[in-house]
């Protein structure tokens, strides 16, 4: 987090981490199986998108098309064998897969899950002004 308590320095990082995970497992696997390079993605890559992502969030568009427009898994799909043709969300219903963004989302509800039935072990008066 940077002095204007934005995570831009964070975000940008994990992103080139994430690109360089998925181009060595392009480069690295033998097998072009698009099922078995996904399970290698969905292993080994989202893990460091998807970290505490409840935390970092993006808020501005322009993180959030650093993540997802530009997205390590949208590059990575199109690289699949037989999935450059269609275009993104066609690729992702095809493999069975959700977006970054969609997941974030998910996330995000579960968190507040969380929160509201009290399962973590965080008093939410610090976070939550509540009136009477």
């Given at each position: 987090m940077n002095c204007h308590l934005k995570f831009t320095e964070h975000i940008t990082c994990t992103v080139g981490k994430a690109h360089s995970r998925a181009y060595l497992i392009h480069k690295c696997f033998l097998s072009r199986d698009p099922l078995l390079l996904m399970r290698a993605f969905n292993t080994y890559v989202r893990p460091l998108l998807e970290n505490v992502s409840p935390v970092w969030l993006p808020q501005y568009h322009y993180l959030i098309d650093n993540i997802e427009s530009e997205s390590v898994q949208r590059r990575f799909t199109t690289r699949l064998p037989g999935y450059i043709s269609?275009?993104?969300?066609?690729?992702?219903?095809?493999?069975?897969?959700?977006?970054?963004?969609?997941?974030?989302?998910?996330?995000?509800?579960?968190?507040?899950?969380?929160?509201?039935?009290?399962?973590?072990?965080?008093?939410?008066?610090?976070?939550?002004?509540?009136?009477?």
């Open positions: 269609l275009d993104y969300p066609a690729r992702l219903i095809s493999i069975g897969q959700y977006s970054l963004e969609k997941r974030r989302i998910v996330y995000d509800l579960v968190m507040m899950y969380k929160f509201v039935l009290k399962l973590v072990d965080v008093q939410t008066s610090n976070f939550f002004y509540l009136t009477k």
